[in-house]
């Protein structure tokens, strides 16, 4: 995991609630990412940011913001937008959006019910 | 749109056994490839990469093979053993944008 830290582990919620998962890296990277990752299914980009006040929209950005006000902290916000909150969310980050290889968090999981 | 895919979702092995876990690519324009594990309610954990000029890279235990002729890349793992249980995620990048991963085969290890 290095270090990018993600938390909560676990995290419950009830539906109709907006809820922020945590992701905080002090790698000095300049991207950083969100996953969606749902049983036995590979990640898929939620959001992902180059630099501090810039981010993109990924493959499944619908129900989902984000944030990129410090280098070193990149928070998902899950809102009641989004139709199937429940899933386990990896934060990931990289020296650069050139640079190939993303380290990633421990992961948070979060279920509404 | 294009995608990274794995020809199986699960393959089991004794300990000791090596293992091959394969991996189907669709964009010819990819140029770097990565093999990522990943265990139960943990992040994925960097394994190893090639990049497209290569066909072949070794590290510990591992080996990446890429044909980018049939679009196919495979992890081969020597002496497989029990704490190489996991799932097991290829990706594909092209430069300047994000990774896209294939859904993953489980490989678990029997002793």
């Known amino acids: 995991d290095g270090g990018i830290t993600q938390s909560p582990k676990y995290l419950f919620r009830k539906e109709g609630q907006n809820v922020t998962l945590s992701c905080e890296q002090n790698l000095n990277h300049d991207a950083m990412y969100w996953y969606r990752q749902d049983p036995g299914q590979g990640l898929r980009l939620i959001y992902y940011?180059?630099?501090?006040?810039?981010?993109q929209k990924g493959d499944i950005a619908e129900g989902y913001s984000v944030s990129r006000e410090k280098k070193e902290s990149f928070p998902l916000t899950v809102t009641s937008a989004q139709k199937n909150p429940t899933a386990f969310y990896l934060c990931?980050?990289?020296?650069?959006?050139?640079?190939?290889?993303?380290?990633f968090g421990p992961g948070t999981r979060l279920t509404v019910t | 749109g294009e995608s990274v895919g794995l020809h199986l979702p699960t393959l089991s092995v004794q300990e000791g056994d090596n293992s091959i876990i394969n991996c189907a690519y669709s964009?010819?324009?990819?140029?770097?490839f990565i093999w990522y594990k990943q265990e139960s309610g943990k992040g994925p954990q960097f394994i190893i990469d090639?990049?497209?000029?290569?066909d072949k890279r070794q590290g510990q235990r591992v080996t990446v093979l890429l044909n980018k002729t049939v679009k196919h890349l495979s992890l081969q793992i020597a002496a497989t053993q029990p704490g190489d249980s996991a799932v097991y995620f290829c990706?594909?990048?092209?430069?300047?944008?994000?990774?896209?991963f294939g859904k993953g085969t489980t490989l678990s290890v029997s002793s």
């Open positions: 940011s180059q630099i501090v006040n810039d981010f």
């Open positions: 090639i990049r497209s000029n290569m």
């Open positions: 964009n010819s324009a990819s140029d770097y």
């Open positions: 990931a980050t990289a020296s650069g959006i050139s640079s190939y290889e993303q380290y």
């Open positions: 990706a594909e990048n092209q430069a300047g944008t994000a990774l896209i």
